[in-house]
């Protein structure tokens, strides 16, 4: 075999495993991205799960506000006409 011959041979088994590594490298990047997205998935869905369940504790204590100024509404206006009651006998 010639020199030509022997060139020929070292660089086809050299780029054939540098296709194969480089396809090799890509695969497992494509996975650790895949992986990656996951792990990102699932934090935002268990952000958005605490986001819920802060929201509903949120509406629960706007309700009891709510509730408790309702109270104190009905109990001014009631004030205010038993004032004005008072102040027209006077």
Known sequence: MNTQTWLYLVSGVLGGTGVSSMFKYLTTRRFQS???????????????SELK??????????????TKYMALSKEYVSLKQQFNKLAKDK
């Open 34 to 48: 895949i992986s990656l997205e996951e792990r990102l998935r699932a934090e935002m869905v268990a952000s958005n």
């Open 53 to 66: 369940a802060e929201i509903a504790t949120l509406k629960d204590e706007l309700t009891l506000w709510q």
